[in-house]
Structures are given as structure tokens and as C-alpha cells.
T-cell receptor, first 114, second 112 residues
Framework: AQSVTQLGSHVSVSEGALVLLRCNYSSSVPPYLFWYVQYPNQGLQLLLKYTTGATLVKGINGFEAEFKKSETSFHLTKPSAHMSDAAEYFCAVSEPGGADGLTFGKGTHLIIQP | DTGVSQNPRHKITKRGQNVTFRCDPI?????LYWYRQTLGQGPEFLTY????????KSRLLSDRFSAERPKGSFSTLEIQRTEQGDSAMYLC??????????FGPGTRLTVL
């Protein structure tokens, strides 16, 4: 069985500061890893994904994440936060093939302080 | 708009009533997923179709829940004899093969 742990239900950073959202996973096989963003009353939008190959993946809106197998982590970063980044962020994992759908973490609410 | 659409966006019902939600996936996508999201939680997988075949169901999907995808196009999710615990956002996603799932805006269900 797979599981995802997101440390910190709320993270607050100042505009222009580094954003770091943490995600650790548990999986019996090398997983696919995803970060999604959800704005209020909207569906989820994919920020980035890791399947195979390069462990540092770049996504939309300046976000990137690094797959570290030894640490079973897939932390999301952005060098400089913008006010528009305020949203709920979800880390998710799936087995290759996706037959069981995605397993999501509980989410991290990102707050941007002016 | 060629994204995933869901109808209705909001549904308020009384306990014990039946409700049905519809999801229209991106047209060329062969996979369709249903998830449930409760307040403060991440989405939880409910079920998954490849074309018209329902291939996987979560244990969360009690016998009051049924999903169909006739002809491999749109899908419906029906909840019979709704309970207050069914109140949630129901999300639909579609994909072409197994990598990126595109999500719809969701249907918010409130059971009174």
C-alpha cells in the first residue's frame, strides 16, 4: 500500500522568500510522483511530475521538485514566492500503470505574507 | 473549453435521497477516475474506468455507490440513500494512459 505524508498543514512565507513544501512517500515499488495545486472552489492542476529519468523536475509557475529515493522524498520548492502562489498544494503518488489511481497527502495550505 | 467538465457543480439534498453526478472527460482520454475530497483532506480514490470497463474500486465505495461509463465516454456516479457523511467534493479526472490526470472542477454535495 502506498501513503503520502506532507509535513505542515500550513506554511507561511513572505513574498519573495523561498517556498519549501515537504512530501515523503511510502511505496513498495518505484512510484510516479506528482504535485498538484488547488485554488479555492476549483479542481486540481498539475504542477509537475516525476516518472523516470532526471530526478530534478521543473514544473509550471517556477516550481521544481527533486526525487530523492534514499530519503523517499519529493519536496516542492520555488525560489521566490508570489502572492498568486497562495493555494492548497497536494503531493500524490501512484504505481506505474496508475491502476489504483493517485494516493494524495492531506495537503499543505501555502500562505504568502506581503 | 476542452477540459474535464462536471455537472452539477453544487448539489444539496436531504438524507435518504438519491443523487447522480456526471463527468465528461477530455474527448480522447480512455481513462476516467472518480475521487472524493472532504474538508481539509486530500482527494481519495473511489474508482477507475478504462474505456467502458470499471477496473478498480476502492473499499470506500460502499454498495450505495455505483458508477458507470457507457460507451467509454461520459461517466455517472450515483449515490443511493445519501447520508450526511457523504457530504464532500466529488472530483472526476481523465487521462490518456497512466501518467497525467486532468481534473474537473468537482461537484460539491451537501446532505442535510
Amino acid at each position: 500500500a502506498q501513503s503520502v505524508t506532507q509535513l505542515g498543514s500550513h506554511v507561511s512565507v513572505s513574498e519573495g522568500a523561498l517556498v519549501l513544501l515537504r512530501c515523503n512517500y511510502s511505496s513498495s515499488v518505484p512510484p510516479y510522483l506528482f504535485w498538484y495545486v488547488q485554488y479555492p472552489n476549483q479542481g486540481l492542476q498539475l504542477l509537475l511530475k516525476y516518472t523516470t529519468g532526471a530526478t530534478l523536475v521543473k514544473g509550471i509557475n517556477g516550481f521544481e521538485a527533486e526525487f530523492k529515493k534514499s530519503e523517499t522524498s519529493f519536496h516542492l520548492t520555488k525560489p521566490s514566492a508570489h502572492m498568486s502562489d497562495a493555494a492548497e498544494y497536494f503531493c500524490a503518488v501512484s504505481e506505474p500503470g496508475g491502476a489504483d489511481g493517485l494516493t494524495f497527502g492531506k495537503g499543505t495550505h501555502l500562505i504568502i505574507q506581503p | 473549453d476542452t477540459g474535464v467538465s462536471q455537472n452539477p457543480r453544487h448539489k444539496i439534498t436531504k438524507r435518504g435521497q438519491n443523487v447522480t453526478f456526471r463527468c465528461d472527460p477530455i474527448s480522447e482520454h480512455n481513462r476516467l477516475y472518480w475521487y472524493r475530497q472532504t474538508l481539509g483532506q486530500g482527494p481519495e480514490f473511489l474508482t477507475y474506468f478504462q474505456n467502458e470497463a470499471q477496473l478498480e474500486k476502492s473499499r470506500l465505495l460502499s454498495d450505495r455507490f455505483s458508477a458507470e461509463r457507457p460507451k467509454g465516454s461520459f461517466s455517472t456516479l450515483e449515490i443511493q440513500r445519501t447520508e450526511q457523511g457523504d457530504s464532500a467534493m466529488y472530483l472526476c479526472a481523465s487521462s490518456l494512459e497512466d501518467i497525467e490526470q486532468f481534473f474537473g472542477p468537482g461537484t460539491r454535495l451537501t446532505v442535510l
